[in-house]
């Protein structure tokens, strides 16, 4: 099916109307309510025609072998333009009296334009820059506050891992281009249709992983992602919400090269599996909310390449879209969260018992598998049950006193856990024409890990101070950061590694003594 021609470069309206909003704030002096008048008004004129384009159009081609219009991509796009525009008001409040908000916003509706070029992307010239434009464009934004040398040292380090991912990206490219002879994707689907892999082909789809991780924040190049909390709450926002997830899209997007790459995908699986565990372990052990959520962040992305590499395109899609959405709220209503966080700490239920931990997750994949009989249209294999059931269990953790309240907690905990199974269910049916290609090889792998992870933190509930040891190197991360660090401080010019070094030093003393008080 072909899409409307008008509702067809309409998709090029709202990439137009962010740059010309970047345009005119970069270049312009206006004042800062004039500033944010502008961005939000062009940044709710985009909505319409992304708007439009989904509800009536298909896949389609307003410029064939450049750009591609994509159901995914469409639903992608509009979410990115709503973010954009309620992280625009958002930050309007926030900002206000804080010098250069006028480059703020045209920063901000620079990363717009470049993430709205990236979903629309049918080339690799397109990708590439489109994807590097989003990195720099972040930059600034990253460091509005200068004056912050942990900020600019995190930056600095999500810079390194930017070029890295170019630089394989760019190989990638190369090696498809010339054993496809053109740069579309379109001409390379149709290639790995007709003729099947190559050797040229695999190495690029290696290369393409590896960028993908490196983007995405993936262990051990995740440091980062946690680091840049000392920006401004609205760009956290922008970037745990929006930018980061871009590697899950890259990935859908590349289903036909992966399906036939299966080293490059046990790369992922094995980087993606590690990071789910190592960095949900992480976040249990933390106690600012902000940085328990960039370390939730860092699993969720893990887990979410963690299903492209097990096949489950359409879950990771789902994952994408509904993590950007949760994460988006999160960080824009992060003060009425650490104030519930601290009501629910001082009424928080005593710990769980052995026999809720244990059998918490038979429950909960027996539920998963029964819904999931009753509904034979969405249809997924047998390990991703195992793995929905080890991912809601927690939900059935009930404290050890007995009684009506040990009995409702355990009902509460089944309803939600079927709410989240029902809802996949019927997200599942939704028509993102996105084409599964399990491998039960490296789902049974996957669910090893989740089984690995729920076991972490059973034991984290049943003996915490039997495990004081291994808090403390969960709370460091397991040190896998400190490589990396000391590679940008020694790439980094010398007059603000001193001053970033004592930043973060005096981050850890802090961080180090808010958990005393607490476990105190």
Known sequence: ?????????????????????????????????RVWTLFKSLSLLALLPALLTLIAGRDGAPWPGVLHLSTFGLILALLVQALGTVIGSFSARYLQGEQGQRQYAAALAAVLTAVHLLLLADHWVVLIAAWAAVGLALQRLLCFYPDRPFA?????????????????????????????????????????????????????????????????????????????????????????AGVVNLGGF??????????????????????????????????????????????????????MLL???????????LHL?????????????????????????????????????????????ALVLGLHSLSPHAAWPWWWSGILGLAWAPLLWCPTAPGSSYL????????????????????????????????????????????????????????????????????????????YTRLALQLWPSNWAPSARRAAAAQNVNNLAADSRHQG
Do not use: N
Request: charged share 10%; proline share 5%; aromatic share 8%.
């Open 1 to 33: 099916m072909t899409t409307i021609p008008f509702l067809a470069y309409s998709a090029w309206a709202p990439p137009a109307l962010m740059l010309a909003a970047a345009l005119v704030l970069g270049l312009s002096r206006l004042s800062p309510p």
């Open 307 to 317: 299903e492209c590499a097990a096949g489950l395109y359409l879950f990771a899609a």
């Open 152 to 240: 600019r040292l995190a930056s600095y380090k999500k810079s390194i891992a930017d070029r890295l991912a170019d630089g394989l990206l760019i190989v990638a490219a190369a090696l498809a281009w010339t054993t496809v002879d053109s740069g579309s994707f379109s001409a390379l689907w149709t290639h790995l249709a007709q003729h099947g892999m190559s050797v040229s082909l695999q190495v690029s789809a290696l290369c393409l992983i590896l960028a993908v991780i490196l983007r995405t924040a993936l262990l051990p190049v995740h440091g980062w992602l946690i680091q840049v909390m000392e920006a401004p709450t609205p760009v956290s926002a922008l970037l745990h």
């Open 408 to 483: 409702r907690s355990w009902l509460l905990g089944l309803l939600g856990a079927g709410g989240l199974t029902v809802g996949a269910l019927v997200a599942h049916l939704l028509p993102l024409h996105i084409a599964d290609d399990p491998r039960t090889a490296f789902g049974v792998t996957a669910l090893l890990a989740m089984l690995a992870l729920y076991g972490c933190m059973g034991l984290l509930q049943l003996a915490p101070h039997k495990m004081a040891a291994w808090r403390r190197r969960s709370y460091a991360g397991f040190y896998l950061d400190e490589a």
């Open 321 to 365: 879209i509904g993590h950007s959405l949760y994460k988006a709220h999160a960080f824009l209503s992060a003060s009425s969260v650490v104030r519930e966080t601290r009501l629910a700490a001082l009424h928080s239920p005593a710990l769980p018992g052995a026999a809720s931990v244990i059998l918490a997750p038979l429950a909960s994949i």
């Open 250 to 303: 890259v990935l859908v997007r590349f289903a036909p090269l992966l399906d036939q790459a299966i080293a490059a995908r046990a790369v992922l699986l094995i980087v993606s599996a590690g990071t789910v565990l190592l960095a949900g372990l992480v976040m249990l052990t933390r106690i600012s909310i902000k940085v328990k959520l960039a370390w939730s962040t860092v699993a969720q992305m893990g887990f």
